[in-house]
């Protein structure tokens, strides 16, 4: 059931997430890129840009720690797939020299960690 309360509210913290991740990533001096970059080889939450380095962020929120952190849901296909989604991006704005790095945002609440370097 694709638009059932439960999915409606997963969709909408993830929303929430993203929208509170982009503000914070402003206010650490982050150019914002693009939201919802989407390729053929998936979607990335936030392209991102500071000190020179492109950045990719998976915004993983979560209403509470209750299931560990959020970070640990970015697992090995979701890094080949940001991996990808990089290389495209890469290649679509010819930024052949472009120094890329990957992040993941966790967001619980209001509360708002960067892990730079994450994968």
């Known amino acids: 059931m694709p638009n059932s309360p439960k999915n409606l509210y997963k969709k909408l913290l993830g929303l929430t997430g993203e929208s509170l991740t982009v503000k914070h990533l402003k206010k650490l001096g982050y150019k914002i890129l693009k939201t919802n970059y989407v390729t053929p080889f998936g979607e990335a939450d936030i392209v991102a840009i500071k000190n020179g380095v492109t950045v990719f962020i998976e915004v993983k929120t979560r209403s509470s720690n209750k299931y560990g952190n959020p970070a640990s849901a970015v697992g090995y296909k979701k890094q080949q797939k940001y991996r990808e989604i990089a290389n495209?991006?890469?290649?679509?704005?010819?930024?052949?020299?472009?120094?890329?790095?990957?992040?993941?945002?966790?967001v619980i609440g209001e509360e708002i960690n960067i892990i730079t370097d994450a994968f």
């Open 88 to 106: 495209f991006y890469v290649l679509e704005n010819g930024l052949n020299d472009a120094i890329i790095s990957f992040a993941v945002a966790e």
